[in-house]
């Protein structure tokens, strides 16, 4: 393997644009040689930009350039399954950001392109390599908190996207795009997921009625060990982005997150204030870079990725069955060897006499 690895990036959305970034100025052992977005325009300003050599606004066009080695996939969530595979069959390594895929049929026909080519692929949740996530990992496999026994997590947006992006049907909405962080950490600090039973409803936007989505749910989980947890999700935290999760052991608990941004508080005679985080990329923009990072140099040096798309499949899975049980209105109990699930009673009707 060479000091450094050729990539190519799918999608240069907000997310993507980042990226591209980050690749040509923080991570040494990255060289960006292709750019991929159906918007010509921005492609090729970002090309001028950075000085990478070529742009195109179909990612099949960039898979056949000679010198590639990677990909990075940024591209709108239904985009992934036909990416994934397409590189997988051209023996490239691949990063792939949440989720998966929307449908979870894909996702297992990915991980099989994936696992039958041999590729190397690192799935995207960056939340794994925020600081305080990573500490109380460690600090959990140390065994300073005694065994986990309940997994505790709260994703707050300050205000909800637009509806296009909202709709569950275009990005996976609340359970599946923006859920699926809190379920990822729930397996990885807990184990698999057994069941759960979703409630949620539209409290603050009713406009999502038009897209049929919710703006507000819970979670509650009960993992395989017999462990419990519980994921709260909203789009109306109005107060800034809050990002929180708790874990009690048998021997202590840790708490993991932060809402304060900036060190200071402003101290009056009735009155204690701070500023607040005001969104995802002020809060993990660290982590996105770790993330990225991590995948490069696992990649040069030929080393597991430290997310596979195991992870990513079984988090969609959590995340799909977390939506089944909203919507069927009972707890749902996941088969993660078959990788089904189902509802966990029969639906009865009353009868009235």
């Not at 996976?172 to 979703?198: C, K, N, P, Q, T």
């Amino acid at each position: 393997m060479n000091a450094k690895i050729n990539i190519g990036i799918v999608g240069l959305g907000r997310l993507g644009g980042l990226y591209v970034e980050y690749l040509s100025y923080q991570i040494p052992k990255a060289n960006v040689v292709a750019l991929v977005d159906a918007d010509e325009k921005k492609a090729t300003e970002m090309v001028d930009d950075f000085g990478i050599k070529h742009h195109f606004s179909d990612y099949r066009e960039m898979l056949e350039v000679e010198d590639l080695d990677a990909v990075v996939i940024t591209s709108p969530t239904s985009t992934h399954r036909d990416i994934v595979i397409d590189a997988a069959e051209k023996g490239l390594m691949i990063f792939c950001e949440k989720p998966l895929s929307i449908s979870l049929d894909e996702a297992i026909e990915m991980k099989e392109a994936v696992e039958k080519n041999g590729v190397f692929f690192h799935m995207g949740f960056m939340r794994r390599f925020d600081s305080g996530y990573a500490a109380a990992k460690q600090h959990i496999l140390d065994g300073e908190i005694g065994d986990p026994i309940v997994f505790k997590a709260t994703s707050r947006d300050p205000e909800r996207p637009s509806l296009e992006f909202a709709d569950p049907k275009k990005s996976g909405g609340l359970f599946l795009d923006m859920g699926i962080h809190d379920f990822d950490l729930a397996r990885w600090f807990m184990g698999e997921v057994s069941e759960v039973y979703s409630i949620g409803n539209r409290l603050k936007y009713p406009e999502m009625e038009s897209i049929n989505e919710i703006d507000n749910a819970i979670s509650n989980i009960t993992f395989e060990s017999g462990t419990l947890g519980s994921v709260d999700m909203s789009r109306s935290g109005i107060y800034g982005y809050d990002i929180k999760t708790e874990i009690l052991g048998t021997e202590g608990t840790i708490q993991i997150g932060y809402l304060r941004e900036t060190p200071i508080y402003v101290m009056k005679k009735n009155a204690i204030t701070h500023d607040t985080v005001p969104f995802f990329m002020e809060r993990f923009e660290k982590s996105y870079i770790t993330q990225l990072k991590d995948f490069v140099e696992k990649a040069v040096a030929e080393k597991e990725p430290s997310i596979t798309i195991q992870d990513g499949e079984r988090a969609l899975l959590v995340g799909h069955a977390a939506r089944a049980s909203f919507e069927e209105k009972q707890p749902v109990v996941i088969n993660n060897k078959e990788m089904v699930f189902e509802s966990k009673f029969e639906i009865k009707e009353k009868v009235v006499n």
